[in-house]
């Protein structure tokens, strides 16, 4: 009966959270529909994510884009292939690796930056002192990070996309002796729109769920100090973690047939 009791704990501790983070998310998508809404608070929140961000995308965009071009040479040579190299490159990161690299880069230092910030505003009771002055946490503090997040990381994997294609096309050209005008002929026409576009509503997906978990852990960080270090730490395991899920997930809804 022991062991029963503390699956049942468990059980309901899950349950328990489960309805606290779905209580929070339906709370602030609610307060981001529904006016007022800050602008000021809003274009900051977007000039943090994505302008602060760009360094960190387009390094680990050029760089991806450079490794996959001579990774996909140095297979597609042993079966006559090379010409395929330019393809695999623009393929592989307007689906996958632009939207993915992108999001985990920011989920580190977005995700980690928003929990530390609304953390600390928990346990230093910012947060009751807005509630008490008649403001809503929820508008002020939430809904402007999940509504910059959801609109900059899209941006941010388009740019991406491109500073990684011409990675590719560095070490392609040469390091690798590809011609120029075949090269670039490849990438364009090879390339579809529904490439890029489920690159992009992956991109918007990820970003609000950085923005969630950051804004949820932080909101419910409690224990001073340590409880936000904690918060910060979830924060970038559990966006992380829910990039790879749905990752895959949108994968098969786009490319399922």
């Known amino acids: 009966m022991n062991f029963l009791a503390v699956i049942g704990r468990v059980v309901l501790r899950f349950l328990e959270q489960l309805g606290r983070f779905t209580l929070f998310t339906v709370t602030a998508v609610s307060h981001c529909v529904r006016p007022p809404i800050f602008p000021c608070l809003i274009g900051r929140q977007m000039i943090d994510i994505g302008y602060y961000s760009l360094p960190v995308v387009g390094l680990t965009a050029i760089f991806s884009g450079m490794v996959l071009a001579l990774q996909s040479y140095t297979g597609f040579a042993r079966f006559n292939a090379e010409s ?19 999001g985990l880069m920011v989920a580190g230092r977005i995700g980690a930056s928003m929990a530390a910030e609304i953390g600390t505003m928990r346990v230093t009771e910012q947060i009751d002192a807005l509630t008490t002055l008649s403001t809503n946490p929820y508008k002020y503090l939430i809904a402007p990070r999940l509504i910059a997040g959801l609109l900059m990381l ?14 590719g096309y560095i070490v392609g050209v040469y390091k690798l002796g590809f011609n120029p005008n075949v090269y ?23 970003g609000f769920i950085i923005a969630l978990m950051g804004c949820y852990n932080g909101f419910n960080s409690k224990g001073g100090a340590q409880g936000v270090g904690s918060a910060t730490t979830n924060a970038v395991v559990s966006s992380s973690i829910l ?12 490319f399922s047939i």
């Not at 990039?243 to 786009?254: A, D, H, K, P, R």
């Open 84 to 102: 395929a190299v330019a393809n695999v490159v623009v393929l592989s990161l307007t689906r996958e690796l632009g939207p993915v690299l992108a």
């Open 154 to 167: 899209p941006l941010l994997v388009l740019v991406a996309d491109i500073i990684g294609v011409f990675g």
């Open 184 to 206: 670039l002929s490849n990438t364009i026409d090879f390339l579809e729109p529904l490439d890029v576009i489920s690159g992009l509503v992956k991109a918007a997906v990820f």
């Open 243 to 254: 990039i790879l899920v749905f990752n895959y997930m949108l994968t098969e809804l786009f």
